[in-house]
């Protein structure tokens, strides 16, 4: 079908490089756009008939007596091979015969150009739309998969990654890099920009569910090689946060939320930063600061703050280093005996062992924990 705003933009396009009488009908034999607006909406009976006999063109004589129909040349315009309405060359037909041809390709040129040119706009509208539920509504899922297969996506598994940048880059160069380093395997993926200058990829997960936790960087990190290889070349400062793997659109927005924790919660000297290694912060983070307030308020009152101090930097560098002595030492700038024995200190002070009793171990960690919320 012929769009009547669309006819009325190429008549306004052509009245500004040529003078000729022109007039753009539709499938019915209406007139939509002219450059003589008197004869819009009147009825053009061969255009009528070049629609329905399916005629390429048809000239009229200045003698002929045709509804609404002045002397000139009638030719079908045709849009992916399909006539969609008729072109009208107003004058006489010797003379405009040899710039019709040239006309109508013009015409059916710009109706390509500016039916694809709002198909994107449409699609891109679409896009925003459907990201916007994706991320932020409560919507059915049965509408949420309609609004994605409508846009080309499948409801599959995939992982969220986000990307943000110290400086201005070029988004759309970055995004190319990943999809040009992904190739096939990332027909699936769908990227987002952000007006705050961030790269949102939910990346299709097809591998097998066996193994994920032992795999699923080696995944991520070959899916990213080329734009990783990009910024290292370029000095781009980045930080990539990865986070949960989901199943269902309906849930993918729980994944990009742990994302923005990442993002916000973890500070560490790594560009990749990958949601399940702080899952155990996180829950944390979950729980109302009052329900731990509840249970170690009456501890952190009576410790001193020299103790509290001590307690907060050992313990969370045991914490942040899977309780490695000689890492954690290394993290402290201390020698290792030096921390066993601030570390048998702190076991004498509270009376648990976290280096050799696992449920110790969780409570010294929620008290670092608490610890660390207070200050």
Not at 29 to 47: L, Q, W
């Amino acid at each position: 079908m012929l769009d009547v705003e669309l006819a009325e933009k190429i008549i306004e396009k052509l009245t500004e490089c040529t003078d000729y009488n022109i007039n753009i009908m539709n499938e019915r034999g209406i007139i939509v756009a002219s450059t003589d607006k008197s004869r819009v909406g009147t009825f053009h009976e061969v255009a009528f008939e070049i629609i329905n006999k399916k005629l390429d063109f048809k000239e009229v004589e200045a003698e002929d007596t045709f509804l609404g129909t002045k002397a000139g040349i009638n030719m079908a315009l045709e849009y992916k091979r399909d006539v969609i309405g008729v072109l009208g060359l107003t004058g006489e037909i010797e003379k405009i015969r040899p710039v019709v041809i040239v006309i109508k390709k013009m015409v059916e040129t710009m109706l390509e150009y500016e039916t694809q040119k709002e198909d994107a706009l449409k699609r891109r509208t679409d896009k925003e739309h459907f990201i916007n539920c994706l991320l932020y509504e409560d919507i059915n899922k049965r509408e949420l998969h309609n609004m994605a297969q409508a846009l080309g996506y499948s409801d599959v598994t995939r992982v969220p990654i986000l990307i943000s940048f110290s400086d201005s880059v070029n988004l759309k160069e970055m995004s190319e890099k990943i999809k040009g380093g992904a190739g096939r395997s990332g027909r699936e993926d769908i990227f987002v920009t952000s007006r705050d200058g961030k790269i949102l990829i939910f990346k299709s997960y097809t591998e097998p569910i066996e193994g994920f936790f032992e795999n699923y960087k080696y995944v991520i990190g070959e899916y990213l090689g080329r734009f990783l290889r990009h910024v290292a070349e370029n000095e781009i400062d980045c930080k990539i946060c990865v986070g949960s793997l989901q199943a269902s659109m309906a849930h993918y927005k729980y994944g990009y939320q742990h994302c923005l924790w990442l993002e916000k919660s973890v500070s560490v000297p790594k560009r990749s930063i990958f949601f399940y290694d702080y899952l155990d912060e996180y829950l944390k983070h979950q729980l109302p600061f009052m329900e731990l307030h509840k249970v170690f308020d009456v501890f952190a009152e009576r410790y001193t703050d020299e103790f509290k101090k001590m307690y907060t930097e050992h313990i969370g560098a045991l914490y942040e280093n899977n309780y490695s002595m000689q890492e954690s030492s290394k993290r402290l700038y201390i020698h290792k005996n030096t921390l066993a024995f601030r570390l048998d200190k702190i076991k004498n002070q509270l009376g648990l062992n976290p280096m050799q009793n696992a449920r110790d171990r969780e409570l010294v960690n929620y008290f670092y924990y608490y610890l660390r919320q207070l200050s």
